[in-house]
């Protein structure tokens, strides 16, 4: 099994930065991409942005540019350094993580809350 515990969460004004971790440990045969979804009251979950083991990034448009995933692979850890945060971009930010052979992300955190309000 595989655990992901995500920190860095919290209260911000708008125009402020958060940065977000997440540490991977357990049974890890090999991480072929981390990432970061959210998930705001009464909608559905989407992705923020992802990064492979070789370093390729994705991200959505929403954030491009204000927002920067990062990893260290030695770590097992990921991270999400959050700029320009807007209210729009409060919800819970879930960590995540997709295995070697794996389709689809298969390895879910617990969640942290991002809040971005005056």
């Known amino acids: 099994q595989v655990q992901l515990v995500e920190s860095g969460g919290g209260l911000v004004q708008p125009g402020g930065s958060l940065r977000l971790s997440c540490a991977a440990s357990g049974s890890i045969a090999g991480i072929a991409a981390m990432g970061w979804y959210r998930q705001a009251p009464g909608k559905e979950r989407e992705l923020v942005a992802t990064?492979?083991?070789?370093?390729?990034?994705n991200y959505a448009d929403s954030v491009k540019g204000r927002f920067t995933i990062s990893r260290d692979n030695a770590k097992n850890t990921v991270y999400l350094q959050m700029s320009g945060l807007k209210p729009e971009d409060t919800a819970v930010y879930l960590c995540?993580?997709?295995?070697?052979?794996?389709?689809?992300?298969?390895?879910w955190g617990q969640g942290t809350q991002v809040s971005v309000s005056s």
């Open positions: 990064i492979t083991s070789g370093g390729s990034t």
């Open positions: 995540s993580l997709r295995t070697m052979g794996a389709l689809h992300y298969n390895y």
